[in-house]
């Protein structure tokens, strides 16, 4: 299979004459070989985004809205066939793909089509004969840069506020993943948006240095990691474009003496290993106070274990693969430093390995129990299924120790008192925060970090207004009163 970009509303073959390979994480094989753009292909995707704009920026928001909810059902209607595509691409369980990773995308565009025609601008008057008004109008060309955990998602996200505010985007996936955004694409033409305003650039960081760079882009969004994200920031600041970085994570998930423990023993599950713990928000610091401290390991343990992890195609299948040999490595790496460190191993520890597995990138559940607070494992990002569980004793030591990181995108809180559960999350240094639950991100609800996990949000109603500049218009009503 081979694999191009999109320019200009039709598939384009690049012409830097360099392809790469895209493989299947569960089995190692090439699934398609896909054209590395050249500095001319990426001048080209921005000159078509240029005419793109022009129109799509002149057509009303109910225009625009009505075209987004055609890509929407058209998504829906795709959706087990593109989630095929994506288990293949990424490596994740097809029950997730088939249930998230599609719906959560369209959820979003649907979102901003509903929104956008509610986007107003002000007015307000000064005296009797002047008066200001602001008017909020769209950026220009934008572009949009993704990280492989959730390859079709980010590109909704990001594409859906963007677009709807009536900017274009040039989208840039991540080389390991690039196939599903060009089904996005070809579903955006199909329902009916101008060619141009949705141009896919495949290939490596080089793309995404010059997408970065280019004098022409008015706002870079990026999702990957935070060493990445600082490069980005650093690219932007030449031509000072505006940059939203939804960036990595190491965040805490508290789990307080009077939580319900099965409850609770679900939530740190799900917020370990779900996408084999690939997810940026993971709670992959467990603090469990002390007296409940065995009882959940224990129940945590036994659960793990039932955990069905191989064939990602395989419906039944409840984790996959990682997504390299590389993060796989990179994973195996942070086990043993965890061993090293003293941690004691309750559950996994190996790379999985069965006649179904043997020739993909597979890692057993892991729970690492009495980690400490300053050992590699605890402190950085892992970006696999590897639980870090701690003990505490009082509030303010957990609070304390969990704000201990230079990350901020999430934190969680398992308590029955919901006094406790908003003091605690009040003092937590976190973008996106859960009481008894994790992992939740509905299209309304705002999503991003503190600290170095982020600028800028993505969903939510402020996210439409960050891919929209303001306008002042000053009117005089009298003559001006002149010196000269
Ligand atoms: P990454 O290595 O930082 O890459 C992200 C994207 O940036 C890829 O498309 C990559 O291209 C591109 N890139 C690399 N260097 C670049 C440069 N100098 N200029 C412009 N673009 C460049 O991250 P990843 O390994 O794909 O993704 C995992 C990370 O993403 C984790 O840290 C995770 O926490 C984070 N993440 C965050 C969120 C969030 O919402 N906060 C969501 C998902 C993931 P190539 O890789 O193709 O070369």
């Given at each position: 299979?081979?694999?191009h970009l999109y320019i200009h509303g039709a598939c384009y073959e690049s012409s ?19 054209d590395?753009a050249s500095e001319h292909d990426v001048e080209k995707a921005i000159q078509s985004a240029e005419k793109g704009f022009k129109v799509w920026s002149s057509m009303t928001a109910v225009e625009r809205g009505r075209i987004l909810l055609k890509a929407v059902?058209l998504l ?29 995308g369209?959820?979003v565009i649907?979102?901003y089509a509903?929104?956008v025609p509610?986007l ?16 909020r109008e769209p950026l220009g060309v934008c572009v949009g840069i993704g ?5 079709i998602?980010i590109a909704c996200w990001k594409s859906a506020a963007c677009l709807a505010a009536g900017n274009s985007m040039v989208f840039k996936p ?7 955004v060009i089904k996005l694409a070809e579903i955006y033409t199909e329902a009916g948006m101008p060619p141009g305003v949705f141009n896919v650039v495949q290939g490596?960081?080089?793309v995404g240095?010059l997408l970065t760079r280019h004098p022409r882009v008015a706002k870079v969004s990026f ?16 031509t000072?474009k505006e940059?939203t ?218 996210t439409l207004?960050s891919y929209t500049q ?15």
């Open positions: 299979m081979k694999e830097s004459g360099e392809s790469f390979e895209t493989i299947n994480p569960a089995n190692g094989k090439v699934i398609a070989h896909v590395q059902a829906r209607e795709r959706n087990n066939e593109i989630a095929a595509l994506e288990v293949i691409d990424s490596g994740k369980p097809l029950q997730e793909a088939n249930s998230v990773d599609i719906h959560s369209a959820d649907e979102y509903g929104l509610a107003q601008g002000t007015q307000q008057d000064l005296d009797s004969n002047t008066f200001y008004m602001s008017k990280a492989w955990n959730y390859p998602q991540s080389e390991e993943t690039p196939l599903s490596d960081f080089r240095q999702t990957g990691e935070s060493s990445t994200g600082k490069k980005v920031m650093t690219d932007a600041s030449g000072l940059v970085l939804e960036l990595g994570g190491k965040s805490p998930l508290i789990i307080f003496e009077d939580a319900d423990i099965d409850n609770a023993v679900s939530g740190a599950l799900l917020a370990n290993f779900y996408t084999q713990g690939e997810v940026c928000t993971n709670g992959t610091r467990v603090y469990v106070h002390s007296k409940i401290y065995d009882q959940f390991l224990k129940k945590a343990a036994i659960r793990s274990k039932k955990i069905k992890l191989g064939d990602p195609m395989n419906i039944d299948t409840q984790m996959g693969a990682l997504i390299s040999s590389k993060q796989l490595d990179k994973v195996m790496i942070y086990i043993d430093k965890a061993r090293e460190s003293g941690a004691r191993l309750i559950v996994g520890g190996s790379r999985h390995n069965s006649k179904e597995t043997e020739n993909g990138f597979f890692v057993e559940p892991t729970i690492f129990a009495d980690c400490k607070d300053d050992s590699e494992h605890v402190i950085d990002e892992i970006f696999g299924p590897v639980m870090s569980v701690l003990s505490f004793d009082n509030e303010d030591e957990v609070i304390r120790r969990a704000n201990n990181t230079k990350f901020g995108l999430a934190a969680g809180v398992f308590t029955k008192n919901i006094n406790r559960a908003h003091r605690v999350i009040n003092q937590l240094e976190a973008g996106i925060c859960w009481i008894n639950s994790w992992g939740d991100s509905p299209a309304e609800m705002p999503v991003g970090g503190y600290k170095e996990s982020g600028i800028g949000r993505e969903n939510g109603p402020e207004k303001i306008k002042s218009v000053f009117v005089r009503l009298d003559n001006i009163d002149s010196p000269y």
